[in-house]
């Protein structure tokens, strides 16, 4: 039996999964994240156990080189993250397996999976965005991800300052400058003394995030006018948020552009905590056919 693997690399943990053609998942798991050889030391005992695997997808937390013209592809750029940094990713996982693989972020992974089965799949265009431990955008038109040089730093768009937000910032290049800086989970727990899971519902808090998302979603309308934006990660969890994003939204847009009901535009991620591993599947998949 042809079985796709994937693997879903984040800051915190590893998921590592195998599914079959029909795309069932046949077996899943999850490893701590150590520094890189120790990690790819269990991922490739994971994957050892399954010997007619075809081909691979990977989506990595970043920065990762994804350009295969660059003399760094399919390695970790420079990163906090100890052990990391430099690491050769792709490369390892060739010398222990030469099938395709389908390198790219984090973010893109979950993106693909909304584009092929969840909230887009009957659009052309989205951005994903998620908002968790970072902040981060897999940009996808017509069937292909946004790339340039590298991958959209998205996270780093700069942001105006609500005027009751006197935080710092947490980004370690910018401070209170982008929307990372002041949205992501540590900003949050950081600046109010509780996780965004712990704070509630009509907390300060809420207004000002709905605020800084709602500044982002203009700025990827007017530049990138797709179809829908998909909010992910942990802090969109929580359900009192989305409704104030779009209400923020429409007070900041004033109808400047024709958009999709509000409703159906700015969105939650609908294939949950699977996203990764999906994306995953499925880019495997195009990948062993672009390669057949």
Request: charged fraction near 25%.
């Amino acid at each position: 039996m042809a079985l796709l693997g994937a693997i879903e690399g984040g800051g915190t943990k590893f998921v590592l999964a195998v599914c079959d053609e029909d795309m069932k998942i046949v077996d899943r798991q999850s490893i701590p994240t150590e520094d890189g050889e120790k990690t790819l030391d269990a991922v490739i005992a994971y994957f050892d156990q399954f010997e007619d695997i075809k081909a691979i997808g990977i989506a990595m937390f970043g920065p990762i080189d994804i350009n295969p013209e660059s003399k760094t592809y399919g390695r970790v750029l420079d990163t906090p993250k100890r052990g990391w940094s430099g690491y050769d990713f792709l490369g390892r996982m060739k010398a222990w397996r030469d099938i395709p693989y389908y390198w790219t972020t984090d973010v893109n992974g979950a993106a693909w999976a909304e584009y092929k089965t969840g909230a887009v799949k009957e659009n052309q265009s989205m951005v994903y965005l998620t908002i968790g431990t970072g902040v981060g955008a897999g940009i996808i038109n017509r069937g292909h991800f946004l790339t340039g040089c590298g991958h959209p730093e998205a996270g780093h768009i700069m942001i105006q300052k609500h005027p009751k937000d006197d935080y710092k910032g947490h980004c370690p290049f910018h401070q209170d400058h982008c929307l990372e800086g002041l949205a992501a989970g540590p900003a949050m727990a950081e600046r109010w003394g509780m996780t965004a899971k712990e704070l509630p519902d009509d907390h300060i808090a809420w207004e000002i995030e709905a605020d800084y998302l709602a500044q982002a979603a203009v700025d990827f309308t007017v530049i990138l006018r797709p179809d829908k934006i998909i909010f992910g990660g942990g802090v969109p969890h929580r359900e009192n948020l989305l409704p104030m994003v779009r209400k923020a939204f429409a007070d900041k847009f004033r109808n400047y552009l024709a958009t999709p009901d509000f409703d159906d535009y700015i969105v939650p991620v609908s294939t949950g905590d699977n996203a990764g591993i999906i994306g995953c599947f499925y880019l495997a998949q195009a990948k062993l056919a672009e390669e057949n």
